[in-house]
């Protein structure tokens, strides 16, 4: 499982139980896991900068996307 899924399902969890305030706990525990997972300890020592590259990308968007689908669901709850 991907950083990216866990945070998305750990996030509609959270709504569904009704805990809404614990989102920006779990983005900041979705970004402290990736900067770890792509922490220079866990690179190829080829120097394979690619991993590097994508890393970051991912974990600069992944708040932002989250976010995006949480609200897309809130809208969708508040729609019924």
Do not use: C, Y
Request: net charge negative.
């Amino acid at each position: 499982m991907t950083v990216k899924i866990w945070l998305e399902n750990a996030i509609q969890d959270a709504e569904r139980r009704g805990l809404p305030a614990l989102r920006p706990l779990l983005e900041t525990l979705a970004r402290s896991t990736s900067a770890l997972r792509t922490a220079d300890w866990n690179f190829d020592v080829t120097g394979d900068s690619d991993l590097f590259t994508h890393a970051a990308h991912l974990s600069a968007d992944l708040s932002a996307e989250a976010s995006a689908k949480a609200e897309a669901r809130s809208a969708e709850a508040d729609a019924r």
